[in-house]
């Protein structure tokens, strides 16, 4: 038994359990924060008298900040921990979002676009970080899983709790109050430092690590890990469409009320949190998920297929964004333990940190493409384009899961 196995044993399955759930916590809060602003997008456009691509401008910003606090992020995870870093992170994101609603400005939702863009450079790198270091490797699918579910279930929760607070309170107030859920989730977290994950400085200098360079100089630049930055490039694409502009395509291109636009939205983001769930077992079932991701991706593109050239009514299209949902959040744990698999010794936070680049990448191009679409008066294009994605993502996916069981098959051959 390794020492970092004999480490976790020592943890225990209420550590376990704990540890789960506190950064599965932190990990709802990202996810909620990100999706409370979309779903206004039709509703703000008015109030400040702006158009669909100076909205998309403002998720723009967020994943171009995000992209260049990902690697400091991940080197910071792993050499200083990550527990504080997930605490601030709760305390700026709740902060920068509730200070919209505060100004009540354009140009302030741009500069708090970038405050929440760092604070989402945290959770990726800092949240693996500790499930890596506080998991059992046979429970670690599930805990990724349960850690994704959290997120996606902050997604679906976020435009619902916009549509119950906005009538109530106003725009300003609904988002005072969402901004307010971080600093709340983050206390428990400052009493609980027990769940701290490995960082470098507790790998010994001795034995075969003595030998060779130092865990921080290892580098993440591999040929998978950048392959599977590639792979969340066109996965963030695939999803950017739907995720942050369904509401106000269903509206204007399928004349759809807002009521029922954020249904579908609620509907295939509450899906995705259930498949998630579903997608533990499978990850922790079978070693291809490569193949995983491109089946669940290549049903996914038929079903939005059927939105973006029938329209379809509004029953069928809340059914169809729901089991596109469940699809999408099958493949999610797949690709966390495609990142896990990939990742050097001792770099799991910065291995997360540059493949999570590749979803601020796909952030900052994806916003402006769907925001334009829209302009252009072609709603129904944000499906036809998301569906061109996911065909994309699938064509990746089998690519890297070609690679993955070659480097497999080489092992044994190599150790004989």
Do not use: C
Request: aromatic share 8%.
């Amino acid at each position: 038994m390794t020492a970092e196995a004999a480490a976790i044993r020592a943890i225990g399955k209420s550590g376990e359990i704990r540890a789960v759930g506190l950064v599965s916590s932190a990990h709802f809060v990202s996810h909620f924060h990100l999706m409370v602003v979309p779903p206004l997008f039709a509703l703000l456009t008015k109030r400040w008298g702006v158009d669909f691509v100076h909205m998309g401008l403002a998720l723009t910003v967020y994943a171009i900040v995000s992209v260049a606090a990902q690697m400091p992020m991940g080197y910071m995870a792993d050499r200083f921990g990550s527990r504080k870093l997930l605490i601030g992170a709760l305390f700026l994101g709740g902060a920068s979002l509730a200070s919209i609603g505060i100004v009540d400005r354009y140009y302030w939702l741009l500069v708090a676009s970038g405050l929440s863009g760092i604070a989402g450079a945290v959770y990726h790198p800092a949240d693996y970080a500790i499930l890596s270091a506080r998991v059992t490797p046979t429970r670690i699918g599930r805990a990724f899983s349960v850690h994704t579910f959290a997120g996606m279930l902050g997604n679906a929760l976020a435009p619902l709790t916009m549509l119950a607070l906005v009538p109530r309170l106003g725009i300003p107030g609904a988002l005072i109050m969402a901004g307010l859920i971080g600093p709340l989730v983050a206390l428990p977290l400052i009493w609980a430092p027990a769940i701290e994950g490995h960082t470098l400085a507790d790998v010994e200098p001795s034995g075969r690590h003595s030998e060779s360079k130092p865990r921080d100089r290892v580098t993440v630049f591999t040929p998978a890990i950048l392959g599977m930055m590639v792979f969340f490039i066109v996965l963030s694409l695939s999803s950017s469409g739907l995720t942050n502009f369904s509401v106000p395509a269903l509206m204007h291109g399928y004349g759809l009320p807002f009521a029922t636009a954020n249904l579908a939205l609620t509907v295939y983001l509450t899906a995705t949190a259930l498949g998630v769930l579903s997608g533990g077992f499978v990850a922790d079932l079978t070693r291809r998920h490569g193949e995983v991701a491109a089946i669940g991706f290549t049903i996914n593109a038929m079903l939005i297929l059927q939105i973006a050239l029938f329209g379809l009514g509004p029953g069928l299209v809340v059914l169809v964004m729901g089991f596109a949902g469940f699809l999408s959040g099958i493949i999610q744990p797949s690709r966390d333990m495609l990142v896990r698999a990939a990742a050097p010794a001792g770099a799991i936070g910065r291995a997360f940190g540059v493949v999570t680049i590749g979803f601020s990448i796909g952030g900052t191009f994806g916003p402006m493409l769907f925001g334009w679409i829209l302009d252009r008066g072609a709603a129904h294009w944000i499906f036809g384009v998301s569906v061109v994605f996911m065909l994309l993502t699938v064509v990746v996916a089998l690519i890297g899961d070609r690679q993955m069981a070659g480097r497999r098959a080489a092992r044994p051959a190599a150790s004989g």
